[in-house]
C-alpha cells in the first residue's frame, strides 16, 4: 500500500509518500490508526483530511488493500 500526502500533510509527515504493509484489509479507522502511530502529528489533521483510493474519494465503509494507493487530501481553497 502507497500512501501520498499532500500540502500541510507532507509537512506534518516530513515525507510525500510511504510504503506500508497491513497484514489485512484495513477500514478507514484501522488505517488513520496506523499513520498516526507512525506520525502523530496526522492527529490534528485527521477530521478534515480526505482519502482517496485509487484516485477515487472514500467514504465511511471504504476498505483499503495491500495493493492500493492512498492519497491524504487536506482541504483546498482557492479564488
Not at 1 to 17: E, H, N, Y
Not at 36 to 62: C, M
Request: proline share 6%.
Amino acid at each position: 500500500m502507497r500512501v501520498l500526502f499532500f500540502a500541510q500533510i507532507k509537512d506534518a509527515t516530513g515525507c510525500d509518500s510511504i510504503d506500508l504493509a497491513p497484514p489485512s484489509l484495513l477500514n478507514g479507522e484501522q488505517l488513520w490508526k496506523i499513520l498516526i502511530g507512525k506520525f502523530p502529528a496526522l492527529a490534528n489533521h485527521q477530521k478534515n483530511v480526505r482519502i482517496a483510493r485509487n484516485w477515487e474519494y472514500a467514504d465511511s465503509k471504504t476498505v483499503y488493500a495491500d495493493e492500493d494507493e492512498i492519497a491524504l487530501i487536506p482541504p483546498v481553497s482557492g479564488g
